[in-house]
Structures are given as C-alpha cells and as structure tokens.
C-alpha cells in the first residue's frame, strides 16, 4: 500500500524567510499525484499546490514552490517570504489510479513576527 | 453554488447509537469520499466513490457504510458508535478524469463525540 511520511512533526520559521517542509512517499506507480493542503486553526482545508508526476517541472504558486524528485520519491514544499497567514498544518497527500486519496501526518508550521 | 455541504456540524452519539453524516455537492462532482481527522494525525481515507452507484473502501473503513445513489449525496452511516469513532469527519469532492485528480473541495467538517 502505498505511504505518506512527513518527518517534521513541527517547523518554526521567522517572517519573511524561508522555510521548507518535507514529504516522502512510497509507490511503485509511475503515474500519480501530490498535493500540500494547508490547515488553519478554521480547520479548513485548502489546496497550496498539485504535482503532475509525469510533469517533469516543478509546480509554483506565488510564494509557494515544490521540490519534486521522482527517483527519491520526494515531495518538499518550500514557503517563501513566510507570512504570519501561512502559520497552519500542513499536508501532503498522494493520489493515483486506486482512486484513493493518502495524507501524511502532517507538519505543524508556527510563524515568529 | 454552495459547494460542498456536510451536516452536522456537532453530534454526541452515546456508544450503540447509529447515526448518518449527510454530504452533498452542486458541483457535479465524480469523485467524493469521506475522512477522519484524529487529534495530531492527519485525514484517513474512510469510504470514496468515483459515481453514482460505485463505491469503495479506504483505509478504515470498518464500521462504516456508504452508499452514491445519486451524484450529488454521499452519505456516510455509522452502524453502531463506538469510542474510537470519536473524530472530526470531513466529507471531499473533486472532478476526476481517469486515474487523475483535480482540486478536492472540503465540506466543513463534523465533530463527532461517542460516550
């Protein structure tokens, strides 16, 4: 069965530098999916960013980019010009052809102004 | 557009109870599928569907049933409660080609307290 891990229970990280967060994962599929959701003390779930596996380029969303390395089976994701907005859980999860939608444990990001 | 709709938002079951969290989206959504939440862990696949009709099993799906009779409901029951239900359930949509996966849309949550 395919696995999650994220190794860093807890980060801390000063505003406005940067912080990355760690995400492994174990598959023998080739193609796939992965996702960092955030989750803010709301509990809501929002989306940060989706990485095609077959993409070769890493996906970036405003400050936010991935480091995706596909023989590591590696998933980072790195926070730039840290906000006190983006204190929040952080998940990676992993998607492929079983349909089935895995999440990682989770880090917990805490911002210091 | 309400997006995706779970209720309730808060419920206490006393152990033996059933009871259903209901879901539903307007989004015409393929893909749904329920989790649960424990404190310091993250979302665990219960039950998802990939249409109407079709369901399967997640990673803990023992204790629970689901059913997809129409695309926009998918509730979940719970059968008889136990304490190690006690969690906080997220039910999630997505449009979904095959073998992909777009962005999961969350319902808002229920925390669910078994005695």
């Known amino acids: 069965a395919q696995t999650v891990t994220q190794s860093q229970p807890e980060m801390s990280v000063q505003e406005a530098e940067t912080v990355t967060l760690s995400c492994t994962y174990d598959?023998?599929?080739?193609?796939?999916?992965l996702f960092w959701y955030k989750q803010p003390p709301s509990r809501q779930m929002i989306l940060v960013i989706r990485q095609e596996a077959y993409k070769q380029q890493n996906a970036t969303e405003n400050r936010f980019s991935v480091n995706f390395q596909k023989a590591a089976k590696s998933f980072s994701l790195k926070i730039s010009d840290s906000q006190l907005g983006d204190a929040a859980m952080y998940f990676c999860a992993y998607f492929d052809s079983s349909y089935k939608l895995i999440f990682g444990s989770g880090t917990r990001l805490l911002v210091r102004p | 557009n309400a997006g995706v709709t779970q209720t309730p938002k808060f419920q206490v079951l006393k152990t033996g109870q059933s009871m259903t969290l209901q879901c539903a989206q307007d989004m015409n959504h393929e893909y749904m599928s329920w989790y649960r939440q424990d404190p310091g862990m993250g979302l665990r696949l219960i039950h998802y569907s990939v249409g109407a009709g079709i369901t399967d099993q997640g990673e803990v799906p023992n204790g629970y049933n689901v059913s997809r009779s129409t695309t926009e409901d998918f509730p979940l029951r719970l059968l008889s409660a136990a304490p190690s239900q006690t969690s906080v359930y997220f039910c999630?949509?997505?449009?979904?080609?095959?073998?992909?996966?777009?962005?999961?849309?969350f319902g808002s949550g229920t925390q669910l307290s078994v005695l």
């Open positions: 598959t023998s599929e080739s193609d796939y999916y």
């Open positions: 999630a949509s997505s449009y979904s080609r095959t073998y992909s996966l777009e962005k999961l849309f």
